[in-house]
């Protein structure tokens, strides 16, 4: 992964508690990727903002909110995070249609949950080789 380049960026977007903002939130992603020249592992990483957005607004965003994604490089190290509002943790569950924490973890370095006031965040990481 190309990220010891450019360390210490940050880049985030919120977007309405609508299904077709998945798109939106890969094309965001995408974008940054390209804007950071982030080359190793780019599909894994939207394939990961294509899942955690998909759960934010099944699981997480009540009503009338939104979700934020933010996407963080630490120089060798890219971090997603999808922000909701809802209640809960997000976990793996034994359901059908319930493979998109499956695949994050299968995909990803690292992931995992934090609690926030209102809701929590759910993130994935992506290493580079050299760390």
Same mark, same amino acid.
């Not at 992603?29 to 899942?51: G, H, K, M, N, Q």
């Not at 997603?80 to 943790?89: I, L, Q």
């Given at each position: 992964? @190309?990220? @010891?380049?450019? /360390? =210490?960026?940050?880049?985030?977007?919120?977007?309405? $508690?609508?299904?077709? &903002?998945?798109?939106? %939130?890969? %094309?965001?992603?995408?974008? &940054? *990727?390209?804007?950071?020249?982030? &080359?190793?592992? /780019?599909?894994d990483?939207?394939?990961?903002?294509?899942?955690? %957005? &998909?759960?934010?607004?099944?699981? +997480?965003?009540?009503? +009338?909110?939104?979700?934020?994604?933010?996407? *963080?490089?630490? =120089?060798?190290?890219?971090?997603?995070?999808?922000?909701?509002?809802? /209640? =809960?943790?997000?976990r793996?569950?034994? $359901?059908?249609? +319930?493979?998109?924490?499956?695949?994050?973890?299968?995909?990803?370095? *690292?992931?995992?949950?934090?609690?926030?006031? /209102?809701?929590?965040?759910v993130?994935?990481?992506? $290493?580079? +080789?050299?760390?």
């Amino acid at each position: 992964m @190309n990220l @010891n380049t450019q /360390p =210490g960026l940050m880049r985030e977007r919120s977007f309405p $508690r609508a299904f077709h &903002t998945v798109a939106a %939130a890969r %094309a965001f992603a995408r974008e &940054t *990727l390209t804007a950071w020249d982030v &080359t190793d592992r /780019p599909a894994d990483i939207v394939l990961c903002v294509s899942e955690l %957005a &998909t759960n934010a607004l099944r699981h +997480g965003v009540p009503r +009338g909110r939104t979700y934020r994604l933010r996407l *963080l490089n630490f =120089g060798c190290c890219l971090r997603v995070e999808v922000h909701d509002s809802g /209640p =809960g943790r997000s976990r793996i569950l034994g $359901r059908p249609h +319930g493979n998109g924490l499956r695949i994050v973890e299968a995909v990803s370095d *690292l992931w995992g949950v934090l609690p926030r006031s /209102p809701g929590k965040v759910v993130w994935a990481e992506f $290493r580079s +080789g050299e760390c």
